[in-house]
């Protein structure tokens, strides 16, 4: 069984992922960065191993140790991936606006819609996913329900006794 090992290194730790060809994770290991350790690590995976890592100041190192250990060893550019991050984020934008504009489009005639649009915090998008989930506010036992189901009410967030300060569903503006 092929086995897909990626590490993330630093100076004094790293992280194994390894997953199995079906894609699931199989293992998920952080241990120091010393050699001995990461070979035993290693050694320790059954099956076809193929290694991946970024270019660092570890990755010589990295290379020449973990090389015998591996039947495939890729170390990628970081740079080269930081690029591709970049087209790819500015494409998922691109996309975000065009079903952003449809929304919109397909937004207009719906009275719902534009009543929704008239409270501070609440843009198109937000309207039509209230008025998609919610489909007939007839169905709550008062206003208040149906406000706060909407997202439409303060809540105090508290975790660990501390105040972390009010938030409120719609206040992202879409």
């Not at 050694?43 to 076809?48: A, D, F, L, P, S």
């Not at 495939?72 to 504009?101: F, H, W």
Request: hydrophobic letters at 30%; proline letters at 2%; aromatic letters at 10%.
């Amino acid at each position: 069984m092929i086995k897909y090992i990626g590490l993330d290194a630093h100076s004094s730790t790293c992280t194994f992922n390894v997953t199995d060809e079906r894609g699931r994770e199989a293992d998920n290991t952080t241990i120091e960065s010393n050699g001995r350790l990461l070979v035993k690590y290693l050694r320790g995976i059954e099956g076809v191993k193929k290694l991946t890592f970024e270019e660092c100041e570890l990755s010589n190192w990295l290379y020449e140790i973990l090389r015998p250990e591996v039947d495939e060893l890729i170390v990628c550019n970081p740079v080269a991936n930081g690029d591709y991050k970049k087209k790819k984020t500015e494409k998922m934008e691109e996309s975000r606006q065009e079903y952003g504009k449809e929304i919109v489009r397909c937004s207009k005639g719906f009275k719902e819609i534009k009543y929704l649009k008239s409270i501070p915090g609440i843009g198109s998008i937000q309207a039509a996913k209230i008025v998609s989930q919610v489909i007939d506010p007839e169905r709550f036992s008062s206003k208040y329900k149906y406000y706060s189901y909407c997202g439409l009410v303060r809540h105090k967030r508290i975790s660990d006794g501390r105040d972390m300060g009010v938030k409120r569903f719609g206040e992202i503006g879409y």
